[in-house]
């Protein structure tokens, strides 16, 4: 008897604790102005459809603002507790069902059976509309039996019927108000009657259809965007694949052209070597080429002497008309002669070699500014020697060479085979300083720069074919 009573005053508790909205136990309860309870996600569900006023949705108490929503802690912890108590509570008011629903064969059943009424154990069969209660086979003899039971309306069993009632007429709630968002018996209607309202049922479809196309709307659109997204960046991917594959072609097709060019050298250089000795060799590389230094393109402190083939730096300012070829930055000066093809060699005589330069530059070699010194560009390659360091030169990157005693420095250019070489000379040999590799573009002039005032350059001729005739032979690295 006290487990019966305490399981009707944990039903009757159990009814206190669920929302009037989604008809289950509270989760996260809120409290209202007005003092009623609800989920906080029904709420906010509710009232997401609402832009200026706002109703409670059980007693449609108006609000001006939208109220600031807080959890109920107190509620919270109600309902944690009614929660575990009922997980211990008894399913039995005697023995005898007890064991009845014991000794019935397992079977699988919903997850939230709806349980008869009277007996609060067995599971329902039917629920009456009319007595707003759901009863067992057992207890459902009356409503098949007595004519006073003929007009009640039995349904299949409701799931937490009392949560289906309204709070004001106790009455089954049948209907929706679409103005309203809540929920409505058949009197209630009369409150309503200027209101859109549709069955529950049906409301519920519609809502959960409405629902449905949306989820399938957004589902398509991420899908599109999934799609979109993929296209591009397969797009990026073919670009970029073919960008490499072009690259790759182009530097294929320069390789097997350098390729076939120094084969074609190869098989040259072996057959004008298996024709001459080294002498006759020599004899065709030391044809000298002859050129004079351009007074126009002379560096205001630069002294051309000997018929423009000697120069040197001073720091008294000569008397040279303005030129558009004249250097204006560096005491640098280039030859009157430029070369567009074939084969030339010619030396140079150095005097106190520090802080000059000789080397060859293309005419458009800037006039004016830092880039405008021999090696700092792309237009320009020389050999310079700066307190007793020698260096390589080009496009602003330097090479450090060996330190040599060279009086002489020999310059060796195949503008068709497109390869500069500086040679150092001395009294008994003649040895490579350092080679340029180059596909020239333009015409080449020769070009030099001085800085001590010590230092001076002159052009010469090469030595003595005697001299290369008395060594016993000579190997071109």
Known sequence: MASLVEALSMFGLEEELTCSICLCLFQTPVTTPCGHNFCLPCLEMTWMEFEE?????????SFETRPELKKNTVLCRVVEQFQISQDGLSKGTCEEKREKADSSPTEPRSPSPVVCDS??????????LTCMASFCQEHLGPHLESPAFKCHQLVPPVKELQQQKCQSHTKLLEFFCQEHRVPI???????????????LKEAKENTTSRKLDLLKSEFLQTLALIHEEEQNSWKKIKSEEKRV?????????VLGKKKNEIQMERGEIEVILAEMDDITFLKVIFIATQFTLDRHTAHKNIVLMEKCTKMSVTETVQDYKQHPQRFLSFSQVL????FKKGIHYWEVDLENNNFCAVGICYGSIPRRGPESRLGRNSSSWCIEWVNNKVSAWHNDKDTCLPTSKATKIGVLLNYDGGFVIFFGVTEKKIFPLYKFKIEF???????????????TISLCHPGSMDFFSSLPSFQML
Request: proline share 3%; aromatic share 12%.
């Open 185 to 199: 018996c058949c009197f209630c209607l009369l409150s309503h009657k200027t209101c859109s309202t549709t069955p």
């Open 335 to 338: 030859s009157f002669q430029c």
């Open 245 to 253: 594959l072009d690259k790759l072609e182009f530097v294929h097709t």
């Open 53 to 61: 006023k706002f109703s409670c949705p059980q007693c449609r108490a």
């Open 441 to 455: 573009v333009e015409a080449v002039y020769s070009a030099f720069w001085v800085f001590s005032n010590g230092a």
């Open 119 to 128: 007996c609060l154990v067995v599971d329902a069969t039917k629920t009456c």
